[in-house]
């Protein structure tokens, strides 16, 4: 079945850096363009950045940009999400997407707290 686990969230000094991971299974990954997406307490969820198939691609939120990047490995079927000089209000649960067509997959989430 279709799975998408994301990992390396945590809690971090303002700063500081995290690399998010997310692992990918049961559907042909290099078909699929990849996101980030991150949701904070009351408020929407909102798209952080986005790669391509290949990875030749890739786009920001103007909020990230410069601080956060996206890449992708698709021989280990893995995005990650590479954060530095993260902010209190990167604070968020970061979910990674998987969308081809109609076809979009979510993972469950990972917890990313940025606090002195």
């Known amino acids: 079945q279709v799975q998408l686990v994301e990992s390396g969230g945590g809690l971090v000094r303002p700063g500081g850096s995290l690399r998010l991971s997310c692992a990918a299974s049961g559907f042909t990954f290099s078909d699929y363009a990849m996101s980030w997406h991150r949701q904070a307490p009351g408020k929407a969820r909102e798209l952080v950045a986005l790669?391509?198939?290949?990875?030749?691609?890739?786009n920001y939120a103007n909020s990230v940009k410069g601080r956060f990047t996206i890449s992708r490995d698709n021989a280990k079927n893995t995005v990650y999400l590479q954060m530095s000089s993260l902010k209190p209000e990167d604070t968020a649960v970061y979910f990674c997407?998987?969308?081809?067509?109609?076809?979009?997959?979510w993972g469950q989430g990972t917890q990313v707290t940025v606090s002195s």
């Open positions: 790669i391509t198939t290949t990875g030749g691609s890739t």
């Open positions: 997407l998987a969308h081809w067509g109609s076809s979009n997959y």
